[in-house]
């Protein structure tokens, strides 16, 4: 067999997916082009809607796309080679049957052609790993919203894939469980997985994805790395006291907005970067104790409604 | 061969599915109460010990019948929402990223109920045989192969609800399977196509309606092996006949299998 014959694992060009006919024409994702590279962990983000499920069940192989191309790891996404290497967790997963959690990482794992004592050994390996050990043997339909998240998240990871699609991996997951995903994503990503995320929760994205998409309308409207993207936004934190009139006359007129927030706390939003070190020296200048001078970077959750409310208008 | 791990995925948990415990649970009851009802219909003293060969082997036959339509109910239930209720629940989606191909799905699944119904199929005739030939000594070896040939009227309805699965919700499917069981079944619809014309074509074209499930001709040549009598009153040609009706069904499960996999190949799973 042979091995990886392009460096992007992921690899999209003008993919799209089209629903319904005629006048009730839909596109669910349009023209959707992308590269990701081996250990990349790239996040997508979008309003409901948006196009992110359908774009990473196309990427999964479990839609057909209207029209585009799309390669993992080199080849077609239901190359059987490919599948022996990819994971995927889609965004709900009901058990309405009466199964134990070990028999049905079994079937998972036959699936995979993992032998017999490797299978059991790396079901106790993997349920461990997604916090589940102690509940091997319980039904899988007594389980709570986030325990049937891990156990979908141990199916996708039962095989050591080297490419992991996760479809809103943390939604039912609690703070400690969002702790123990992000710690596990990351070690596999240093083993060299590459992740592929969709995702609400901005702030889970922030914390564990290299790059980030944000989709739009079935349109993919930026794709940057997290640091572009989160870029510094002009705006400062000051915690001062005894700040003359005159002073505060001299920052209104620099700054676009000035929010008195009581207790000596302003936060003061510039035009520009440099309009930040104009507002140290006209505080400092003034007199007045300065206590606090923090400069804010702006959040993933800023960037993203910067950009969607940028394609509203 | 990835279709074997999902047809006895498939196998234990269409085990412990409800469908399964109320055929299971029907079908005790009807093992209960089947000497009192088969004296009461053919009117052969069968409860107790059977005297007579012919009373056993009637008292078989009616057992026969009544074990291929409970079996016939418990198979569309099993498999009423097999490939539509997956999609839904996303669980088809992870089964499709996994390396097995589209046609292996459809296989596993149909394998997976089809075991379970041989299963059954065999247990319940085993436990209506058994008794039977211990209290009067008659063997009814013929019940063997009419025991199989209600077994695969199981199996074809399997397949045609596995088969409409695809693209039918549950209770859909289940409404359309039990439409053309009923109107296939029917001797006065069947009887009706043929009356159309006179003969020959009338016949053929009563065989070509029953061809759609062909589970009625099917009974009707497993009761014939017990040693019943063909229904005069219906029609029909030469393909579903005798020896025919059979070989027809391993077709139809086949080319039913073969058309549901076709079907599941490019189908989005969302």
Redesign the interface.
């Known amino acids: 067999m042979g091995g990886i014959i392009n460096a992007a694992v992921i690899e999209t060009k003008d993919l799209s997916k089209i629903y319904g006919y005629g006048d009730s024409e839909i596109a669910a994702v349009d023209k959707l082009s992308l590269s990701v590279g081996k250990g990349e962990i790239v996040g997508i983000l979008g309003p409901n809607g948006s196009g992110k499920t359908t774009a990473m069940r196309m990427l999964a192989g479990i839609v057909f796309p209207t029209s585009g191309t799309v390669s993992l790891l080199g080849r077609q996404p239901n190359d059987l080679w490919v599948k022996h290497r990819i994971g995927y967790l889609p965004e709900t997963l009901q058990f309405r049957s009466s199964i134990r959690a070990d028999e049905f990482l079994d079937f998972h794992a036959q699936l995979y052609g993992i032998g017999k004592d490797a299978r059991s050994r790396r079901i106790d390996e993997v349920l461990q790993a997604v916090g589940l050990i102690e509940n091997a043997q319980s039904r899988v339909r007594t389980f709570s919203k986030g325990m049937l998240q891990r156990i979908a998240l141990a199916q996708a990871i039962l095989h050591e894939p080297q490419l992991l699609f996760l479809d809103e991996p943390a939604s039912a997951l609690d703070p400690a469980g969002r702790r123990h995903l992000r710690e596990l994503l990351l070690s596999m990503q240093e083993r060299g997985a590459t992740i592929f995320i969709n995702s609400h929760q901005l702030s889970e994205v922030e914390l564990i994805c290299s790059r980030v998409g944000i989709m739009r309308r079935g349109r993919l409207i930026k794709i940057d790395d997290l640091e572009s993207m989160l870029k510094p936004v002009h705006q400062v934190d000051v915690k001062v006291t005894g700040l003359p009139e005159s002073s505060l006359a001299l920052i209104k007129k620099l700054a676009v907005k000035v929010v008195d927030k009581g207790g000596g706390v302003l936060t003061v939003s510039l035009r520009r970067e440099e309009n930040v070190s104009e507002l140290a020296e006209i505080i400092v200048h003034s007199g007045a104790d300065l206590q606090e001078f923090t400069p804010r970077r702006q959040d993933l959750e800023s960037a993203f409604l910067e950009e969607i409310e940028g394609v509203e208008r | 061969m990835?279709a074997w791990?999902?047809a006895l995925?498939t196998l234990?948990?269409t085990l412990?599915?409800k469908a399964t415990i109320a055929g299971l649970f029907v079908s005790l009851i009807y093992l209960t109460i089947i000497p009192a009802i088969s004296s009461a219909g053919e009117g052969t003293a069968v409860s107790g010990n059977v005297g007579a060969g012919a009373a056993g082997l009637d008292f078989l036959r009616f057992a026969l019948g009544g074990l291929d339509f409970i079996g016939m109910i418990m198979a569309v239930f099993i498999s009423l929402g097999s490939i539509h209720?997956e999609i839904?629940?996303?669980?088809m989606?992870?089964?499709?990223?996994?390396?097995?191909?589209r046609w292996q799905i459809i296989a596993g699944k149909w394998t997976g109920h089809a075991l379970l119904m041989t299963i059954y199929v065999f247990a319940i005739g085993f436990i209506l045989w058994l008794p039977l030939t211990l209290s009067t000594g008659i063997h009814a070896w013929s019940f063997a192969p009419a025991t199989a040939l209600v077994g695969l009227n199981l199996m074809a309805m399997i397949a045609l609800t596995l088969a409409l699965s695809i693209y039918m919700p549950a209770v859909s499917n289940g409404l359309v399977v039990f439409i053309i069981f009923a109107l296939t079944s029917s001797l006065r619809v069947v009887n009706a196509i043929s009356g159309f014309s006179s003969g020959i074509p009338g016949a053929v074209s009563a065989d070509l309606f029953r061809m759609l499930l062909p589970v009625g001709p099917v009974a009707a040549e497993a009761a014939n092996l017990m040693g019943g009598k063909v229904d005069p009153d219906a029609q029909t040609a030469f393909f579903l006949t005798g020896t025919w009706s059979f070989v027809y069904e391993i077709i139809y499960i086949g080319a039913l299998i073969l058309i549901a996999s076709l079907a599941f190949q490019?189908l989005?799973?969302?």
Not at chain 2, 93 to 101: C, D, L, Q, S, Y
């Open positions: 990835k791990p999902l995925y234990k948990v412990k599915s209720n839904e629940s996303g669980m989606g992870v089964i499709a990223t996994k390396p097995i191909r490019k989005d799973l969302d």
